[in-house]
């Protein structure tokens, strides 16, 4: 499993989905009441939304150093991947209690459907979905997407044609070039532009063309480009959080300790995901250090300092995601997100506090 094979549903766009869960039909929840196994421990399944890599590195840490055992948890994580069940697919089958779902757009779109879903926080605070471009014609703002040629995977069309809309650019101002999931064109001058995840494709130009952040290439993720969005969201459904609140602030808060210690050392799960949760995917150490490193900024912001890891601004979400989603044609998008994302269960989590 290299770092382009990991990107394939990465390159969506901003988090914001295309449709997996909008084209799955309605889902009926059946989760279950939580099990209790051997020494009293309360078991969680956790589905994440994609292969056991360092995108779920938090997880992956809070579990290895105990934080879910100290909070009397036993967490069972099922790996993702291309041909997987989504979260809310899991969920609603009743195979996982919590799901790790990487578009908080589809899920958003999902509950406005009628299927019971809740978001109880959300790991990105800027969907790590975006451009990254070379610094001799940089990408950085929707008016520099004019005229260029973007070479895009399949599905990216909406996004881009979102991010000119809302910018007051004309749609067809730029040429979309059909492209797969290795950003070796980008360099070989193919395009002005490749869509990616920003944490992701750029390591293939730092490692295999010794290209440097900044100085050879930049990126730009959707958000900084008008079309923001939370990824990596946290799912459960309403039957199952209302019958396991005290369950669901253990696991939250033991999550938060995780992740605060991944932003602190990146290279703590990436051992992880190489040696022991993602041992047999190949993964390259390096290329997982480095991809924790570029994400760590999109985890944090001026949010997450006021209020802590996994927060989110519903009132941000409502006055521009919603309309991002819009943008982006995909329906039913809710007026509000009142009964869909509930950050209750957090709050107890912190009680009070900013980091735990």
Known sequence: MNNTTFSRRSLLGAGLGLGALATAGALTSCSPAVSSPAAGATKLRITLGWVSNVEFGGYFIA??????????????????????????????AGNAEIGLSPSMGDTIVAAAKGNDLKILGAVFQDSPGGIVSLSKKPIRTPKDLVGAKVLGQGGTQPYLDAIMQLAGLPKASYELVPAGFDPSPLVDGQGDAYTCYVTNQPTTLETQFGLVKDKDYVTVTYSELGLPSYADVIVTTGKFAGANEEAIVKFLR????????????????????????????????????RQNELQA????????????????????????????????????????????????????????????
């Open 297 to 356: 900024p999109l985890i944090q912001s001026a949010l997450t300092k006021s209020k802590g890891l996994l927060n989110m601004d519903t009132a941000l979400l409502e006055a521009k995601m919603l309309p991002a989603m819009k943008a982006s044609g995909q329906t039913p998008v809710p007026a509000d997100v009142k009964g869909i994302v509930d950050l209750s269960y957090l709050a107890k989590a912190f009680d009070g506090k900013t980091s735990l």
């Open 63 to 92: 579990d290895d150093r105990g934080y879910y055992k100290d909070e009397g948890l036993e967490i069972e994580f099922l790996p993702g991947g291309a041909n997987a069940p989504s979260a809310a697919q899991s969920l609603a």
């Open 254 to 289: 033991a999550s938060v300790r995780g992740w605060q210690d991944n932003i602190a050392d990146p290279s703590i799960a990436a051992k992880l995901c190489v040696e022991k949760y993602g041992a047999d995917l190949g993964l390259d150490l390096k290329q997982q250090i």
